[in-house]
């Protein structure tokens, strides 16, 4: 990645920005390749979510994340480049892809915040591969053509353009001046969307995806369990609803950042017309400053009604030997996939209460140094999936998931997240989700099994965790 200096930032006057792009076209005829031309701006108070919406063609791709608490977000809208893949080696195989067009790219701009430069979205399922067909793609990167951020009370925007032998530069000079203006001062009152409130849909049905069968799955699973063939194995249900009008995901969105301040909220547009949206307590792995984040969440609890029954709540489960186990099962799987790669987590013994508006789960905050040898999406393929999600020992648990809940995951449980140039980024695990497909929502809930685990309870549990989408839809 070659990096222009900032006093040749474009943008701040149109003359400007045609020499950089002048120059990135020379520089695609002399090396026979398309350059990314990344353009990187500060601007005023824009809100990420507002901005998308107003942009948002539901035959695009788009990604966006927010965790309120960290008083963070980006959204990214259009892919410039993009790439699917599918198999055991996807995630190498969107590092050489990223690799390949950060060689090519040309980065101009205010580079000194968070979220600027340009950044790669991805969301990868929970399997390997998917069927023929299936909703989405096992890997999906893509490199976007709007990208707007917060981060901190600090606002940009990134432009990343394609440029090549052919590329009509008034044409690219326009599309980035225009886009300069529009998100340097956005409007907010110029959507015609903002002029009415969301209208929400009503649910009219709800069907189970694989009726009758979790119960079942959860005995046969602990009947495996005591013959020694794996000591835990997550298992999940799906229902879907149809409403009586289309879902607007962004709207649900709005929704879900509001009651989840503490998770992180996501939408992936697949360019489909399909949206995976969620809030997510679970960050698989963040990586910044060289420093790593990562977590095991598992073992679950509902909230109480009041102060006291809550806290009952959380004490029962902070003594229950079965959830403790299910819970070190976990952390001790991150520990050992991260030792895997030459990184040595560091993490407390005993978990701790991580509340949800919804649920309340066992919680242990895992932290470590990475040199910059190790990439972020060769640590992601090692320690996807966790037995938060799949189970362990994984190559006994995960291949009976799909046998026993008779269901494709598709990228419930998988993974969505962001990574950059500066081997950064943040990757979360796509739980307490819905794929949105019009009228129609399909959403996923599962629960740990080990040994001592009670089918009905865990029915439960499930029922509540799907309550974090069901009362947004
Ligand atoms: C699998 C899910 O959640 C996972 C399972 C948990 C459990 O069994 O206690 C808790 C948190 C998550 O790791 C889900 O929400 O769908």
């Keep these: 990645m070659q990096i222009i200096p900032s006093e040749m930032l474009p943008g701040r006057d149109e003359a400007a920005l045609r020499r950089f792009l002048e120059g990135c076209k020379e520089a695609a005829v002399t090396k026979g390749h398309f350059q990314i031309a990344s353009i990187s701006l500060e601007v005023k108070h824009i809100a990420p979510l507002a901005v998308l919406q107003s942009i948002y063609e539901p035959e695009e791709l788009h990604f966006y994340i927010e965790r309120p608490a960290d008083d963070e977000a980006i959204a990214g809208a259009e892919a410039v480049v993009q790439a699917r893949f599918d198999g055991p080696g996807r995630f190498q195989q969107v590092q050489a892809f990223a690799d390949d067009v950060l060689e090519n790219t040309i980065v101009v701009g205010d580079l000194s915040e968070a979220f600027t430069g340009p950044h790669f979205f991805t969301a990868f399922s929970f399997e390997d591969s998917v069927a023929e067909g299936g909703e989405f793609p096992a890997a999906t990167v893509f490199l976007p053509r709007w990208q707007v951020s917060r981060s901190k009370g600090k606002y940009g925007a990134v432009a990343n353009l394609k440029i090549d032998a052919g590329t009509n530069l008034d044409e690219a000079v326009a599309r980035v001046w225009g886009a300069y203006q529009k998100f340097g001062a956005f409007d907010y009152g110029n959507d015609p969307a903002n002029d009415k409130p969301p209208e929400q849909p009503e649910p009219c049905s709800r069907r189970e995806l694989a009726p009758g069968v979790f119960e079942g799955a959860v005995k046969q699973a602990l009947e495996s369990i005591r013959e020694g063939e794996f000591e835990k194995i997550v298992l999940a249900r799906g229902i879907e609803l149809e409403a009586d009008g289309p879902w607007q995901p962004l709207d649900a969105l709005n929704r879900l950042r509001e009651r989840f301040g503490s998770c992180f909220t996501f939408s992936y547009g697949g360019g489909s017309g399909r949206s995976f949206i969620g809030a997510t307590p679970e960050r698989l792995l963040q990586i910044r400053d060289g420093q790593l984040l990562t977590e095991a969440i598992a073992g679950s609890a509902p909230r109480g009604r009041n102060a006291g029954e809550d806290a009952a709540c959380a004490r029962g489960l902070l003594d229950s030997e079965k959830d403790l186990r299910e819970h070190a099962c976990v952390r001790d799987s991150i520990l050992r996939r991260l ?68 269901m494709d995951r598709g990228l419930y449980a998988g993974v969505v997240g962001w990574f950059n140039h500066l081997n950064e980024g943040e990757m979360v695990v796509g739980i307490r989700s819905a794929l949105i497909d019009g009228k129609r929502a399909k959403l996923y809930a599962g629960a740990g099994i080990v040994e001592g685990s009670d089918a009905e309870k865990e029915a439960r549990e499930t029922e509540l965790k799907l309550n974090a989408l069901l009362d947004t839809l």
Excluded: F, K, W, Y
């Design 339 to 406: 030792e895997q790669v030459g990184i040595e987590g560091i993490a407390d013994a005993s978990p701790r209460i991580l509340p949800l508006a919804n649920v309340q789960h066992l919680h242990t905050p895992i932290h470590a140094e990475v040199g910059e040898s190790v990439h972020l999406l060769e640590v992601l393929s090692e320690l996807h999936p966790t037995p938060a999600v799949g189970g362990t020992p994984r190559e006994a648990a995960v291949p009976r998931i799909r046998e026993l809940e008779q």
